[in-house]
């Protein structure tokens, strides 16, 4: 297969930060989906429904009108989070979920929940109106092994949690290992999970082997061999409870190439390509449509994207470095050579 039409797909997350950053990647996206769960965690971090919408508004004008584009907003769970701002955001029409970070779990995650089991009027808040929990699934503790993070929180946190509030709607973010896809599976149609491009492209040497490569490090971490297996197995899962979330975090480089260097691969500029390229490889492109355009809007309750998007067996080079501002953002992959080319068609 040469070329294939797809319905538009829709990115479950997408991290456009603010200000200049925000100008200078938004329209990536919106060149390519029709719609995105924009994440929260700005500095400050959207916290309530009032800059929730504020941030919209910053969003739709740095895309502009040339692209008919959809940010679903969240709001950002913190200790101080009232069952009263759930219920004003279940009633808000532009506020489609709430996101959990474990304090201090990945970027900008400071502010986050420091113990997610003790928020019980959110989540009661949140089963009863049935927005969405959307949780980073680590654990924080300083004696659990940065690879083993996920696999203890769906143990310590995310089974007891929906043991304890059976209704509760949640996706677990950027699934990365076998244990999540099982955990995903073994649970009713309440629970989804969101799959990044790069944890389905590589494993934990591409960051480490022959040297540290700084523009593959993210939180979730990328796993071993065995894990990326069963991410691509899941993808393909006619099950309909994995769906396309690119994670697209861009950074700018100086904070990437750094000493301590900040976590998040910039994908956005191809992120359909690069999904394309893996389901290619697996000799899997008739499920595509199915993992970008047609699970998530099924778990989200929204109706699928009516336009089409072509993709076409023409190869392509990632784009060079962007300048957001005084500083550029590398997307992933910058400069390489991939497959596909995705061109959104005309209504």
Known sequence: MN?????????WHLHLRDGAMLDAVAGFSARQCGRA??????????????????????????VGPAHDFQPLMTLYLTDQTTAAEIEQAANDPHIHAVKLYPAGATTNS????????????VLGALERTGLPLLVHGEVVDPAVDIFDREAVFIERVLSPMLERYPELKVVMEHITTAQAVAFVRSQGDRLGAT????????????????????????L???????????LLEAAVDPSGKFFMGTDSAPHPKGAKESACGCAGAFTAPVAVE???????QLGALDRLEAFTSLNGPRF???PVNERRLKLERRSQTVPAPVS??????????????????????DE
Not at 110 to 121: H, W, Y
Not at 196 to 215: K, S, W
Not at 274 to 280: E, N, S
Not at 326 to 342: H, K, N, Q, R
Request: proline content about 7%.
């Open 220 to 230: 979730p971490i990328l796993k071993r061999e065995k894990h990326r297996e069963a």
């Open 300 to 302: 989200y309750g929204l």
């Open 324 to 345: 957001a501002g005084d500083d550029t953002v590398v997307p992933f992959l910058s400069g390489e050579s991939i497959d596909w080319t995705a061109t959104l068609l």
């Open 274 to 280: 690069l999904y394309a390229q893996v389901f290619d």
């Open 37 to 62: 769960i924009i994440m929260p965690n700005l500095v400050p971090p959207v916290t309530t429904v009032a800059e929730a919408n504020a941030y919209r508004d910053r969003v739709l004008a740095a």
């Open 110 to 121: 400071e502010n986050g929940v420091t113990d997610p089991l003790a928020i019980d009027s």
């Open 195 to 218: 799959i990044t491009a790069h944890h389905l492209m590589f494993n934990r040497n591409a960051m480490l082997a022959g040297g540290i490569r700084p523009h593959y490090y993210c």
């Open 3 to 11: 070329e294939l039409t797809i319905r538009q797909p829709d990115d």
